[in-house]
């Protein structure tokens, strides 16, 4: 297949099959181009990505950008040795290179046991219509439109004195993963997205805050009124912050942030971090790691979640399984590399976890909205944003920087900034009140937000 064969639209109805069909042909010819070459394993990942990326900023285009990337990926086995090359160019010549030098790297590395493809027998055989393909049909100067009238909106509100732009983004892609055993996967999903970047100042400082959307599909968008609404009341809310003296009280994470609490459960349960032996929570299967009516479920094949596929990296098929049942760590996230290195099986999950849902609760059964949750915390620290990287995967320990809102009564009573909030997880896991339902879609973890018994904060 050329290069030149790959259309430059994928927006039409039928051409998305058709070049799943050619990279499909791409893949199962380089495989047995590999098996005749000596390998006694391959596997290949082919990729199509294009979209359209649109800034304005007061009311001016900054950018425009057309983006069409393609990858394509080997790896052979020769018996416990692999190799692995790549290009990002679909010539013949480009693939026989790849080829060739996955091939001679293969032959001079070490024997590796845990090495090879995913079990055969672990193979998707299922591969239902997840409705993940809305390619939306805007050109540039209606995404400019949209992007400016984004931007209008958040200005239009008193206090805001300048805009760090608004953007559009529409993108989709296309993606084959087929191996030595037979299997061949194909999938194609559309990503799309508007942002909004709002300053606002008076003689006392200047703040900035923003918001975003982003959905599978055009039509779930929220109007762009109401981002730029919501773009403009964060930043408004956040003038005249001020610091807090050194105390321990409640913490609530938004649903934005409460995300990035589990996904550094998500990177100590992980199979990397289990084998290498620097996790914090080495085994912890089996172990009370959170409240007990805490319960946390992988949903992989939700229709038009974010993170939703049928088959993992490996082409091992996914499956709705527990990773937090009544508060105790059912299970680890791996790969079959790792799975081997730790002697247990693939989890479906090489290349990343897939939808996580963090069921809303509390010990009382109570599923609060984000007012309740104010309420339920009474006096404590809102966090509303987080800076640095001051986790630890190995001791647990977490020291951040951050900014919000101090609480009293169940009610904000004033912005804060510049201070630091500190715990280990295995306290912050173990001391959840409780998880909102305002739950936040826009990601692959989907949870509300979290609201915990206690942490350090430092200010002045």
């Known amino acids: 297949m050329s290069e030149r064969a790959i259309s430059q639209d994928l927006n039409h109805p039928d051409r998305s099959e058709q070049e799943l069909d050619r990279l499909v042909e791409l893949a199962e010819d380089v495989i047995r181009r590999a098996r005749a070459a000596g390998a006694s394993q391959a596997e290949v990942a082919a990729s199509i990505d294009s979209g359209l990326s649109v800034n304005v900023r ?38 026989q290179a790849t080829l060739d030098q996955a091939c001679a790297i293969a032959r001079y590395t070490e024997a590796d046991p845990a090495a090879g493809l995913a079990d055969a027998a672990r193979m998707a055989t299922s591969f239902p219509d997840l409705d993940l393909w809305h390619p939306w049909d805007i050109d540039t100067t209606r995404a400019i439109e949209l992007g400016i009238e984004i931007e209008d909106a958040g200005r239009a509100h008193a206090g805001i004195s300048n805009s760090d732009g608004a953007g559009v983004q529409a993108g989709q892609g296309l993606s084959v993963y087929a191996n030595s055993h037979g299997f ?173 849902i963090v069921a809303p609760g509390s010990a009382d059964h109570a599923k609060d909205d984000f007012a309740a949750m104010l309420k339920r915390m009474d006096t404590g620290l809102l966090v509303t944003e987080v800076m640095g990287q001051g986790v630890s995967t190995i001791t647990g320990d977490y020291s951040r920087g951050a900014a919000g ?56």
């Not at 061949?184 to 959307?213: C, F, K, N, P």
């Not at 809310?237 to 610091?243: E, I, K, L, N, T």
């Not at 739950?439 to 350090?456: A, C, F, N, Q, Y």
Request: hydrophobic letters at 40%.
């Open 58 to 95: 007061l009311g001016e285009v900054e950018t425009v950008e057309h983006t069409r990337d393609r990858g394509f990926g080997l790896t052979v086995y020769f018996g416990q040795r692999k190799g692995s090359a790549s290009t990002a160019d679909l010539h013949p010549d480009s693939i």
């Open 184 to 356: 061949v996967g194909r999938e194609r999903g559309t990503r799309h997205s508007l942002s909004l970047a709002l300053i606002a100042g008076d003689e006392d400082g200047m703040q900035r805050d923003y918001w975003y959307d982003s959905v599978r599909a055009a039509g779930d968008f929220m109007s762009a009124k109401a981002l730029g609404d919501k773009a403009a009341e964060r930043t408004l809310a956040r003038m005249g912050a001020r610091s807090l003296s050194t105390r321990q009280c409640p913490v609530l994470f938004v649903p934005e942030l409460a995300r990035g609490l589990i996904g550094h459960l998500l990177g100590a349960v992980s199979g990397g971090a289990l084998y290498r032996q620097a996790s914090f929570l080495l085994d912890h299967v089996g172990k009370q790691v959170m409240p007990s009516w805490l319960n946390i479920m992988e949903l992989p094949q939700l229709l038009r979640g974010q993170g939703s596929g049928s088959f993992d990296a490996e082409g091992v098929a996914t499956r709705d399984s527990a990773l937090i049942e009544g508060g105790v760590l059912a299970r680890y996230v791996l790969g079959s590399y790792s799975a081997r290195k730790l002697g247990l099986e693939s989890t479906g999950n090489a290349g990343g976890i897939h939808n996580l």
């Open 405 to 460: 809102f101090w609480v009293e009564n169940g009610q904000i009573a004033y912005p804060v900034e510049e201070i630091t909030i500190a715990a280990n997880l295995r306290e912050m896991f173990a001391g959840i009140v409780a998880v909102g339902a305002d739950v936040d879609r826009r990601s692959h973890i989907l949870t509300g937000s979290i609201l915990l018994e206690r942490m350090t904060v430092a200010g002045e």
